[in-house]
C-alpha cells in the first residue's frame, strides 16, 4: 500500500461514482484490520506511528468514498474539475429559482405535513441529481459538466437538513405544549 494512492486504489476499486457501498464497507473493515496499530505493538513505537497514520489515511478515504456526494467531488477533483464551491457560486436560474420557491416554502411551512411534502420534493431531487451525476462521471466522462451537479446537490444536501432541522423543532415543540 502506497499512502500516495487515490482513493480507489486504496480500497482496490474502480475510479467511478457507482459503487457498491456494503463492498466499500467490507473493504474498510479489512482495511482497518490490516492497518490497526495494535497489530504492530511488538515492532515499536516507529511501527505504530506509521500504523495509526495507514488508519487514518484509509478513515479518511472510506468517508469520502461511502459518501455519494464527497465521492462524485473527489472524481471530479481527480479528474482536474475542482468544485471550487467556495469561490464559484454560479448557478442556472432555474436551479436559483427552485432554491427560493425552496426557502419561501421553509419558511411559511406551518405543518409537519408541510414539512414532510417539502422534504420529499427535495428528496426526489436528489436523486434525480445523483443519477446525473452518475451519468456524467461515469458514461459520457464529463468531469466539468459534473462540477455544477455536484454543487447543486451540495445545495440541496444542505437544504435538506434545513427541513429536518425544522421538522425537529416542530416536533420539540408539540411535545412541550
Not at 500500500?1 to 482496490?12: A, P, R, Y
Amino acid at each position: 500500500m502506497n499512502l500516495q494512492s487515490s482513493d480507489f486504489e486504496l480500497f482496490g476499486l474502480e475510479p467511478q461514482f457507482a459503487q457498491d457501498r456494503a463492498a466499500i464497507d467490507a473493504r474498510w473493515k479489512d482495511l482497518q484490520r490490516e492497518a490497526h496499530p495494535d497489530k504492530f505493538a511488538a515492532q515499536g513505537a516507529a511501527a505504530q506511528r506509521v500504523a495509526m497514520q495507514w488508519s487514518v489515511r484509509i478513515n479518511e478515504a472510506y468517508q469520502r468514498l461511502k459518501d455519494p456526494l464527497k465521492r462524485a467531488a473527489y472524481l471530479c477533483e481527480l479528474n482536474a474539475a475542482p468544485i471550487n464551491a467556495e469561490n464559484n457560486t454560479a448557478m442556472p436560474t432555474a436551479f436559483l429559482m427552485q432554491q427560493m420557491e425552496w426557502r419561501e416554502a421553509l419558511d411559511e411551512a406551518s405543518s409537519a405535513t408541510d414539512l414532510e411534502t417539502l422534504g420529499d420534493q427535495v428528496a426526489s431531487a436528489r436523486r434525480e441529481t445523483l443519477q446525473k451525476c452518475g451519468q456524467l462521471l461515469d458514461v459520457q466522462r464529463d468531469y466539468p459538466g459534473a462540477v455544477q451537479q455536484v454543487r447543486a446537490l451540495m445545495f440541496i444536501e444542505r437544504f435538506s437538513r434545513d427541513v429536518d432541522a425544522r421538522l425537529d423543532q416542530m416536533d420539540t415543540a408539540e411535545r412541550g405544549q
